[in-house]
């Protein structure tokens, strides 16, 4: 079993900037991807980020490219996003999610991910 908490959601003005924390426990085998997802009301939950784990290779959305930036800690098993130049569009519930399956996947792919946090709210007024 993996515990994800997440943390560092909140209200900002368009423009501004938040960092995302995400901190797993329960598991001490090293991960897969860990990566950041959001959900928007009445939308399907989509992909923002991930890192892999082994390498530190990341992966962005098209629409946070450029903005965002993802990070990782391997010693605490935490992975960051700073999220720059936010967007009112960029409000969502955002997740943290981590695979530890140890074969290639897409990183994009909800399917692809073991264990979710409950999600943090961010949001971003115009």
């Known amino acids: 079993q993996v515990q994800l908490v997440e943390s560092g959601g909140g209200l900002v003005q368009a423009g501004n900037s938040l960092r995302l924390s995400c901190s797993a426990s329960?598991?001490?085998?090293?991960?897969?991807?860990m990566g950041w997802f959001r959900q928007a009301p009445g939308k399907e939950r989509e992909f923002v980020s991930a890192v892999r784990w082994s390498g530190g290779y990341t992966y962005y959305a098209g629409s946070v490219r450029g903005r965002f930036t993802i990070s990782r800690v391997n010693a605490n098993n935490t992975v960051y996003l700073q999220m720059n130049s936010l967007k009112p569009e960029d409000t969502a519930v955002y997740y943290c999610?981590?695979?530890?399956?140890?074969?290639?996947?897409?990183?994009?792919?909800?399917?692809?991910?073991?264990?979710w946090g409950q999600g943090t709210q961010v949001t971003v007024s115009s």
């Open positions: 999610a981590v695979r530890i399956r140890p074969t290639l996947a897409l990183a994009s792919s909800t399917n692809n991910y073991d264990y």
């Open positions: 329960g598991r001490t085998s090293t991960y897969y991807y």
